[in-house]
């Protein structure tokens, strides 16, 4: 499922993720070299690292979100191309020094056999010693956190009703979300969206990055430099090509 409608309220949405932190992050185990921004949703981590000197390469599979980031880009007067492409599916990128997938975007494919192509296919567009970089949401964020619904935000322009139920696969969680987004100053736009994620255990994600050729360099949770417990909620993924 890629993002439709909610990518022009993306941004203002997400002002709470800690991108600068995600950033450093990585810049502070890959200094430089290029980098593949896989779901790079509208480009916020991507111009970020194209600011600290990293030659970034951007891709998604939703256009709307494709669209927000190259406006971002000419903006910024960064010089980042674009690819529309699914995750599992890295045809013609090769050569990067690190490859980055952010903000739990891998959740977004609910079967194993599509993250351990997207590790496959990563591992091959990588050269020898490149890096990858990714989070997903724990166990216990999906399988509790997430269930603890309805989630609602009541805000100036856009105001959402957030429901969730568990998927039909294990550890998975369909979001269905209703948004009002103001055009006028008592007028309302409402649409609906549909997203389903799902995570694998951390041994799971683990076996998978090994099988693929990758020696995991760290596992850690919440922004941190912690090992993950029972009660983490997003787990960071460190690994490198061998």
């Known amino acids: ?18 991108y600068e932190q995600w950033v450093e992050w990585v810049a502070t185990r890959k200094t430089s070299g290029k980098l593949l921004d896989l779901a790079c949703g509208t480009g916020t981590l ?12 951007a891709s998604d599979l939703s256009e709307e979100m494709l669209t927000m980031a190259s406006q971002r880009f000419q903006e910024a007067n960064l010089r980042i191309p674009t690819y529309q492409l699914s995750m599992d599916n890295l045809e013609g990128l090769q050569g990067f020094d690190a490859v980055t997938i952010s903000i739990d975007s891998l959740n977004y494919l609910n079967h194993g056999e599509q993250v351990q192509k997207t590790f496959s296919e990563v591992h091959k567009a990588l050269n020898e010693g490149g890096m990858l970089f990714f989070d997903v949401h724990s166990l216990f ?53 549909t997203h389903e994620q799902r995570t694998f255990p951390v041994a799971t994600y683990s076996t998978w990055l090994k099988a693929a050729g990758f020696v995991i360099e760290s596992i850690t949770a919440d922004f941190s430099d912690n090992e993950p417990s029972d009660e983490s909620e997003r787990i960071f993924f460190c690994a490198k090509k061998v």
């Open 1 to 18: 499922m890629s993002y439709g409608k909610f990518a022009s309220i993306y941004d203002g949405l997400m002002r709470d993720i800690p």
């Open 46 to 57: 991507s111009q970020l690292f194209a600011e600290l000197g990293y030659e970034v390469t």
């Open 141 to 193: 964020k999906v399988d509790e956190i997430y269930l603890d619904s309805p989630f609602v935000l009541d805000g100036d322009d856009v105001s959402y009703i957030w429901h969730t139920e568990p998927g039909t696969a294990e550890h998975s969680v369909v979001h269905d979300i209703t948004f009002f987004v103001r055009e006028q100053e008592d007028l309302y736009r409402r649409f609906e969206e």
